[in-house]
Structures are given as structure tokens and as C-alpha cells.
């Protein structure tokens, strides 16, 4: 997607670690007709799929996601909690996920009232590194019995392993720019043709 990409050049900052900032339109400050076209290039990437719910983590997740729905129609958005104990009532799914920005091991769950065995499932998020926010996202739909129909991604940083590894489980896994190397020291970031 051109206007992602460009937009990444112009306001995105590599830094040490493999991070790539991108808090003037996307993770803190977000740039919301931007985040409106990214919704509905995601409508056209899955747009034929019957997407009954679409899945993502909190919390940066949630507005692109929101974006999303609004190019489809009456398809509501759940997002992940992340929570700092889990209470073992019976009543959510749960699973755990390693962050990648605060290196953290989180349990993750959502109610058993919002995924149902019989729900499409798209499933959205902002950045994809090393897949761990991901395999738990398919771990939450699988313990529901429910089907993962797509993921959707605005940026992958295919330099990491997240990517193969979803691909090889099969799954229909689209990101909208894929950067192939970024260098902290010059900035330069290269993208997949
Ligand atoms: P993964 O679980 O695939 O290793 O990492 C994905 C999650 O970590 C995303 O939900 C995103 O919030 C965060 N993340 C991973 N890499 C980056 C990055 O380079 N920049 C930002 N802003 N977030 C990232």
C-alpha cells in the first residue's frame, strides 16, 4: 500500500533493537483518514471472506481494527485483554503472549460471550515481529472453535520470523508493507517489492 509505505519513509524512526517508531500517525498521535484507507484496503484483501467478528489485542490493535469494521458490514470489533491475573471462572478464554516492545510475558483473554464456535474470524493488528501476539490471537479463536479466515497486517517487519512461521501454518496472512531490512544508525528502511 503506497500511502502506508510513504507515509513510513516520511514520518516512521528506525531505532536500536528492531523497533520501528511510528507514534505520529499510527501508535500514539494516529492519523485517522490514513488509518480509514488502511480499513478499506483490509475490505478489499478480505472483503470475500463472511467475517462475522474482527479479533485484536489491545492496545494498539483497536484502532485499526475499528477501522476495519467500518468498511464492512455489521462486523464488530473484540479486542484481547491484556490481564495481570487471570481469573479462572470459566467465563473467557485465555492464553499467554510475550510482548515484543516491553518484553513481558502477558495472559491474554477474551469472554466466551464474543467468540463463538460458529464465527469467521478476521484478525487485525499493527505490527507484526516475531508472531507471538499473533499465535496467541489464533490460540484465543481455536479454543472458541471458531475459524481464522485472514489476518491482517499494516506493518510486518519481514526480517523477523512472525511471517514465516503464520504462512507456514496456512494461513491467509496479508500485511500491508512488508519491510525487508531497516537500519537504526542511517534510518534506512527498505521495503518488499
Ligand atoms: P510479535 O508478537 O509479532 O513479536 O510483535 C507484535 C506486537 O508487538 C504488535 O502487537 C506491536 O504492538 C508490537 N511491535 C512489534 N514490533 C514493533 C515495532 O517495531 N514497532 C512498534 N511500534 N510495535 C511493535
Redesign the pocket.
Known amino acids: 500500500m503506497d500511502l502506508l509505505k510513504e507515509r513510513i519513509l516520511k514520518d516512521g524512526t528506525v531505532?536500536a533493537g528492531?523497533?520501528?517508531?511510528?507514534?505520529m500517525f499510527?501508535?500514539h498521535q494516529i492519523d485517522v483518514k490514513l488509518l480509514d484507507e488502511i480499513g478499506c484496503e483490509f475490505k478489499r484483501l478480505f472483503g470475500d471472506k463472511q467475517i462475522t467478528k474482527i479479533l485484536t489485542?489491545e492496545a494498539?490493535?483497536i484502532a485499526v481494527a475499528c477501522a476495519a469494521a467500518m468498511h464492512f458490514d455489521d462486523v464488530p470489533v473484540v479486542f484481547a485483554k491484556k490481564a495481570q491475573s487471570i481469573n479462572l471462572d470459566g467465563e473467557s478464554y485465555s492464553t499467554k503472549?510475550?510482548?515484543?516492545?516491553h518484553k513481558k510475558v502477558y495472559d491474554v483473554i477474551v469472554s466466551k460471550k464474543y467468540i463463538k464456535p460458529d464465527d469467521k474470524i478476521l484478525i487485525i493488528?499493527?505490527?507484526?515481529?516475531?508472531?507471538?501476539?499473533?499465535?496467541?490471537l489464533i490460540d484465543l479463536v481455536k479454543s472458541a472453535g471458531a475459524s481464522v479466515e485472514g489476518i491482517g497486517i499494516v506493518?510486518e517487519?519481514g526480517f523477523?520470523s512472525?511471517g514465516k512461521t503464520i504462512r507456514e501454518m496456512g494461513l491467509n496472512l496479508k500485511s500491508l508493507a512488508i519491510i525487508d531490512s531497516m537500519d537504526d544508525t542511517t534510518g534506512k528502511i527498505v521495503f518488499r517489492e
Open positions: 531505532k528492531n523497533v520501528l517508531k511510528v507514534d499510527l501508535n489485542i494498539s490493535g503472549i510475550e510482548s515484543f516492545t493488528d499493527d505490527f507484526l515481529a516475531n508472531g507471538c501476539a499473533l499465535l496467541g506493518i517487519k523477523q512472525g
